[in-house]
């Protein structure tokens, strides 16, 4: 089993900064990748970013290009989310999924709010 603890969010005011972070616990081996989703009520969940644990290649919803960055610590087991520049429209929950070829993770989802 892994387990996935999500941290950081909040509420900031539009262009302020927060940063997410996932620190992942259990049978980790099998974590090819870490990435965050958001989601706000009523509507789907949408793919933020995602890196690789080997090799570190990131990828961005076209959305959050240029604003937000993400990054990991192998040794901890822990991807990170820095969020620049927010938006309004940022504001939603956001969820941590670790990556398996056996089966996705997800954790629980940390909220956060962006006050215009």
């Known amino acids: 089993q892994v387990q996935l603890d999500e941290s950081g969010g909040g509420l900031v005011q539009a262009g302020g900064s927060l940063r997410l972070s996932c620190a992942a616990s259990g049978r980790t081996s099998g974590i090819v990748g870490m990435g965050w989703f958001r989601q706000v009520p009523g509507k789907e969940r949408y793919f933020v970013a995602r890196i690789t644990w080997s090799g570190g290649s990131t990828y961005y919803a076209d959305s959050v290009k240029g604003r937000f960055t993400i990054s990991r610590e192998n040794a901890e087991n822990t991807a990170y989310l820095q969020m620049n520049s927010l938006k309004p429209e940022d504001t939603a929950v956001y969820y941590c999924?670790?990556?398996?070829?056996?089966?996705?993770?997800w954790g629980r989802g940390t909220q956060v709010t962006v006050s215009s």
């Open positions: 999924v670790a990556l398996r070829a056996v089966g996705n993770v």
